[in-house]
């Protein structure tokens, strides 16, 4: 049983001396902020160029339906009017930044018209942004539907 708290005791230690602590960064989420609203605009009103700013070649977007969509995907779907955003707003956005990465939470709510059908929409997002060289750029969404 000592051996057996003594490996513990050992890999505890060892565990611990990997890990390193992350420092907040409160001055970034200015930056962090002003690329999501980019992103917002760039979703009512979609350029492959502003969105292609905007979003890292890695993106892995999960939509509250289940679709997982990819830069290209996300994009695609945008600019072909599959995923038209009429007007977006976003509400309750905090920002947390550690290191390069940013974790922004919102509520999006907005005018769809989705492959011309009209809709609306309400939703919870979670975005992981990092900063590639000196920008901001999308790497994660998750959208939720709210609870009931």
Known sequence: MLK????????TAAFAGCTTMRAKD????PAVAAAAEK???AMIDPTPEALGALVADDLSYGHSGGKVDTKTSFISDLMDG???FVTITITEQTINVIDN????????????NDSGKPGKVSIKILGVWQKQG???KLLARQAVRPPQ
């Open 4 to 11: 057996k708290l003594i490996l513990i005791a050992a890999a």
């Open 26 to 29: 409160p001055a970034a989420a």
């Open 39 to 41: 992103l917002r605009v």
């Open 82 to 84: 599959k995923s038209d």
């Open 101 to 112: 990465v940013a974790i922004v939470r919102h509520t999006l709510t907005a005018d769809t």
């Open 134 to 136: 000196d920008y901001w």
